[in-house]
T-cell receptor, first 109, second 113 residues
Framework: GQNIDQPTEMTATEGAIVQINCTYQTSGFNGLFWYQQHAGEAPTFLSY??LDGLEEKGRFSSFLSRSKGYSYLLLKELQMKDSASYLCAAMDSNYQLIWGAGTKLIIKP | NAGVTQTPKFRILKIGQSMTLQCAQDMNHNYMYWYRQDPGMGLKLIYY???????DKGEVPNGYNVSRSTTEDFPLRLELAAPSQTSVYFC????????????FGQGTRLTVV
């Protein structure tokens, strides 16, 4: 079956760095997406990886290892506004997104 | 800059009632999607459309219907509402199915009592 695993909740301190991991099992693979979702709001796109390696975009970076079925989202210089859920989604061979349940990130001052 | 507009934001239905969730996008996107999001679960695809006149079932289509008569609009119809359909519903659109981001509407919180 197809499955995405990511931690349910993480806590970090303002100004620090946090890494949110995601492992996936899909029928075929056409890329890995990360979305941010603030409470009560719609998901918004953060990153897309289809090749192995690290993609950096400002304070956020995303890493992919296709051989390990593994990705992580790295958030640097954490700000209070980064408190949100982070959704990992893998695209399968039919170009359908398989979504994880999300990781709720709590930022403490 | 409307993006994806979804209405209503909140709705309470009685068991057996019907309703239509409206979704419109002004980005000329070909692909449109309906998801439901339940607590502790990932987004589940209900239906999707790759263009006007074309719709297809997703992972959890039972109890729902869709139509896509224009590029802009993709309404979701709930017939005979059941408590299991209590959820947050998101409409989304993307240019194509590949490596492009999806834009989401603000969601509809539906409660069936």
């Amino acid at each position: 079956g197809q499955n995405i695993d990511q931690p349910t909740e993480m806590t970090a301190t303002e100004g620090a760095i946090v890494q949110i991991n995601c492992t996936y099992q899909t029928s075929g693979f056409n890329g890995l997406f990360w979305y941010q979702q603030h409470a009560g709001e719609a998901p918004t796109f953060l990153s897309y990886n289809v090749l192995d390696g690290l993609e950096e975009k400002g304070r956020f970076s995303s890493f992919l290892s296709r051989s390990k079925g593994y990705s992580y989202l790295l958030l640097k210089e954490l700000q209070m506004k980064d408190s949100a859920s982070y959704l990992c989604a893998a695209m399968d061979s039919n170009y359908q997104l398989i979504w994880g349940a999300g990781t709720k990130l709590i930022i403490k001052p | 800059n409307a993006g994806v507009t979804q209405t209503p934001k909140f709705r309470i239905l009685k068991i057996g009632q019907s309703m239509t969730l409206q979704c419109a996008q002004d980005m000329n996107h070909n692909y449109m999607y309906w998801y439901r999001q339940d607590p502790g679960m990932g987004l589940k695809l209900i239906y999707y459309s790759v263009g006007a006149g074309i719709t297809d079932k997703g992972e959890v289509p039972n109890g729902y219907n869709v139509s896509r008569s224009t590029t802009e609009d993709f309404p979701l119809r709930l017939e005979l509402a059941a408590p299991s359909q209590t959820s947050v519903y998101f409409c989304a659109s993307s240019y194509d199915e590949m490596n492009t981001e999806a834009f989401f509407g603000q969601g509809t919180r539906l409660t069936v009592v």
